[in-house]
């Protein structure tokens, strides 16, 4: 099977060519292992750092564990995680499986996750240990619902009666060979809003991963394998499943991920003292050694954790953290109910330039 999609960007609009044989999951895996990336740092969550190789580990893993559970080609899957390793895990391992994940909003009703479950007639549902709760009072009603497999309870009886995904991770093969999709088959489904009547499960294909990369993360927000990337939106939003999974992966970066709700608090929190913190650190530490180019008054993790944006063609930096910090009340960062980070109000800036400052990233 084909594994790297190939664009034309001198073509307006930019061709993408996505052969017809293709795996979503397989070509963002593999695309960094070909390059060489096996042993740089793929994700940082709250429990530590996690390299290409073991991501690619974790996605064979579960892969394999979905299909020993008797899940087949197709079925769907609900996803309602935090944002830790154990979401591009089973997210990528289904697909790679053949099989189709459901990203669910993790700040949801119960109400809410019985629609769903229904809607979709999932087969088996992945959901964080804190999340279990929300479930529990209707997961017997669902006849269609034959695996219920808990990610971060501590050992078998934490996740007792049902099954836990660390096990079932820890007996599975590392490797798998992936299902033979092609680029027009379903791959993953996200649930609309439903602001304007029931939310609606949205079929997205594999192909549809590498077009937003190629279409809006490498030319719109110039992504590039030496950046450190955290996104505030999380990963069962649209533009956070880009932004901390398929922009980083499609290009060789680092992902910085958070359970909790992005606060400011809690995400500086996260940056000084996390695990991120001693990556940041050294990468911060390898560009002044490097002499390339960095926002002046970058000195530390928290100023870093400022810098967001790209340079400039002539090399130069912006916004500067010293912008950012001058204008820090000027230019307040909007929050939605779910406190998902919104791009700046800025006037003055042109829709593009704005695009590229919407998201958290880091600059190394």
Same mark, same amino acid.
């Given at each position: 099977?084909?594994?790297?999609?190939?664009?034309?960007?001198?073509?307006?609009?930019?061709?993408?060519?996505?052969?017809?044989?293709?795996?979503?999951?397989?070509?963002?895996?593999?695309?960094?292992?070909?390059?060489?990336?096996?042993?740089?740092?793929?994700?940082?969550?709250?429990?530590?750092?996690?390299?290409?190789?073991?991501?690619?580990?974790?996605?064979?893993?579960?892969?394999?564990?979905?299909?020993?559970?008797?899940?087949?080609?197709?079925?769907?899957?609900?996803?309602?995680?935090?944002?830790?390793?154990?979401?591009?895990?089973?997210?990528?391992?289904?697909?790679?499986?053949?099989?189709?994940?459901?990203?669910?909003?993790?700040?949801?009703?119960?109400?809410?996750?019985?629609?769903?479950?229904?809607?979709?007639?999932?087969?088996?549902?992945?959901?964080?240990?804190?999340?279990?709760?929300?479930?529990?009072?209707?997961?017997?009603?669902?006849?269609?619902?034959?695996?219920?497999? @808990?990610?971060? /309870?501590?050992? *078998?009886?934490?996740?007792?009666?049902? =099954?836990?995904? !660390?096990?079932?991770?820890?007996? &599975? #093969?590392?490797?798998?060979?992936?299902?033979?999709?092609?680029?027009?088959?379903?791959?993953?489904?996200?649930?609309?809003?439903?602001?304007?009547?029931?939310?609606?499960?949205?079929?997205?294909?594999?192909?549809?991963?590498?077009?937003?990369?190629?279409?809006?993360?490498?030319?719109?927000?110039?992504?590039?394998?030496?950046?450190?990337?955290?996104?505030?939106?999380?990963?069962?939003?649209?533009?956070?499943?880009?932004?901390?999974?398929?922009?980083?992966?499609?290009?060789?970066?680092?992902?910085?991920?958070?359970?909790?709700?992005?606060?400011?608090?809690? @995400?500086?929190? /996260?940056?000084? *003292?996390?695990?991120?913190?001693?990556? =940041?650190?050294? !990468?911060?530490?390898?560009?002044? &050694? #490097?002499?390339?180019?960095?926002?002046?008054?970058?000195?530390?993790?928290?100023?870093?954790?400022?810098?967001?944006?790209?340079?400039?063609?002539?090399?130069?930096?912006?916004?500067?953290?010293?912008?950012?910090?001058?204008?820090?009340?000027?230019?307040?960062?909007?929050?939605?109910?779910?406190?998902?980070?919104?791009?700046?109000?800025?006037?003055?800036?042109?829709?593009?330039?704005?695009?590229?400052?919407?998201?958290?990233?880091?600059?190394?």
């Amino acid at each position: 099977m084909p594994s790297l999609s190939t664009a034309d960007h001198r073509a307006s609009p930019p061709r993408i060519h996505v052969p017809r044989d293709y795996n979503a999951a397989h070509d963002l895996i593999e695309r960094n292992l070909a390059a060489g990336r096996a042993a740089k740092t793929a994700y940082i969550d709250d429990a530590g750092a996690y390299t290409y190789g073991d991501l690619a580990e974790r996605v064979n893993r579960c892969a394999n564990a979905l299909i020993a559970l008797g899940l087949r080609p197709e079925e769907r899957v609900l996803l309602c995680h935090l944002d830790t390793i154990d979401f591009p895990a089973v997210f990528l391992g289904a697909i790679k499986a053949g099989i189709v994940p459901i990203a669910a909003n993790t700040l949801l009703t119960t109400a809410d996750y019985d629609y769903m479950l229904r809607d979709s007639r999932a087969r088996a549902l992945v959901v964080s240990a804190p999340l279990l709760p929300a479930f529990a009072p209707i997961l017997a009603k669902h006849s269609n619902l034959s695996r219920i497999i @808990v990610s971060g /309870a501590v050992g *078998e009886e934490a996740s007792a009666p049902h =099954l836990s995904l !660390a096990m079932l991770m820890a007996a &599975a #093969s590392p490797s798998f060979a992936a299902a033979e999709t092609t680029c027009d088959d379903a791959c993953f489904w996200l649930y609309s809003s439903g602001s304007t009547g029931s939310p609606k499960g949205t079929v997205h294909l594999h192909s549809s991963l590498v077009q937003t990369a190629e279409l809006y993360a490498k030319p719109v927000l110039g992504i590039r394998e030496d950046d450190v990337v955290f996104s505030a939106a999380k990963l069962f939003f649209a533009y956070g499943l880009g932004n901390a999974l398929t922009f980083p992966l499609a290009v060789g970066a680092t992902a910085v991920l958070m359970a909790e709700r992005p606060t400011p608090a809690a @995400v500086f929190s /996260a940056i000084e *003292e996390g695990p991120a913190h001693d990556f =940041l650190r050294r !990468a911060h530490a390898l560009r002044r &050694a #490097s002499r390339l180019p960095r926002c002046a008054e970058a000195r530390s993790a928290r100023s870093a954790a400022l810098c967001f944006g790209r340079r400039g063609a002539a090399g130069g930096n912006r916004p500067q953290v010293d912008r950012a910090l001058r204008h820090r009340h000027s230019r307040r960062p909007r929050f939605d109910g779910n406190a998902a980070h919104l791009p700046f109000e800025s006037p003055g800036r042109s829709p593009l330039r704005d695009q590229r400052h919407a998201g958290s990233w880091l600059r190394r």
